[in-house]
């Protein structure tokens, strides 16, 4: 999923950093963060910055791994979630060589863009459609999102190598299978991964997701608030 430098042309490289600066303007204006998050998004980072580390060999340079902006995106918001995103793949770049920095606006626009406001989009609307409670189906909701998330990243990371004169020997009909095939079977890890450190925090902190722009929305909390108000107003 990290893309070196030289895969793909400037213009790609070009267009994909405008997009990448739009939606980090907004990120940086949107975020907002409470004590309870704050560590949990230097934690997550952390996580999913070692766990990128375990790059699988793809097609050519390119590798397939765990992407993370699922789950942070449904903690923390799809604002903090590019955030945390951009700071694991400039670290890597800088440190690890693992991406390039002229691409950076690419491998951000796959990995912190769509991997992360994808899942975020899929989960509020099927939560409004089947608005489940707590439990399996709550819980495939979550799988699904992570799931397509990570499949639509790869895709666009293949559609860009797909179309780079640079790599003419692999052509979108070889790059966008490519990827899609292999990340089908990483977004499945991907999800199950993304729903056993939800449900352990449901069940440990519960606080951290309450305040989270995605997942506090989910009737459990909704619940949880009007009762709160209840009790006030009987006070």
């Known amino acids: 999923m990290h893309l070196p430098d030289g895969l793909i042309p400037p213009t790609i490289a070009i267009i994909a950093f405008i997009i990448t600066i739009v939606f980090w303007v907004i990120s940086f204006k949107k975020v907002k963060l409470t004590e309870q998050q704050v560590p949990m998004m230097g934690l997550l ?35 903090a979630g590019l955030i945390s995103i951009t700071i694991i793949l400039v670290l890597q770049a800088l440190l690890f060589g693992d991406g390039g920095l002229i691409v950076l606006g690419a491998n951000v626009l796959n990995l912190g863009i769509i991997g992360v406001f ?23 909701i979550i799988f699904v999102s992570a799931f397509f998330g990570d499949l639509l990243a790869a895709i666009a990371a293949g559609i860009e190598v797909g179309l780079s004169p640079l790599s003419p020997w692999y052509g979108l009909s070889v790059a966008v299978p490519a990827m899609a095939l292999n ?30 722009p995605i997942l506090g929305k989910l009737s459990l909390f909704k619940n949880k608030a009007k009762s709160e108000e209840t009790s006030d107003v009987k006070e």
């Open 118 to 140: 994808i899942p975020c989009i899929l989960f509020i609307v099927l939560n409004r459609l089947f608005k489940p409670k707590v439990g399996s189906g709550l819980y495939v």
């Open 45 to 79: 980072t952390a996580l999913f910055f070692a766990a990128m580390m375990m790059n699988f060999p793809l097609l050519g340079p390119t590798t397939a791994h765990l992407l993370g902006g699922a789950v942070i995106g449904l903690i923390l918001g799809p604002f």
């Open 183 to 212: 990340h089908s079977i990483i977004g499945a890890a991907e999800g199950i991964v993304t729903v056993l450190l939800i449900m352990t925090l449901l069940k440990l902190r519960p606080d951290v997701l309450e305040k989270s």
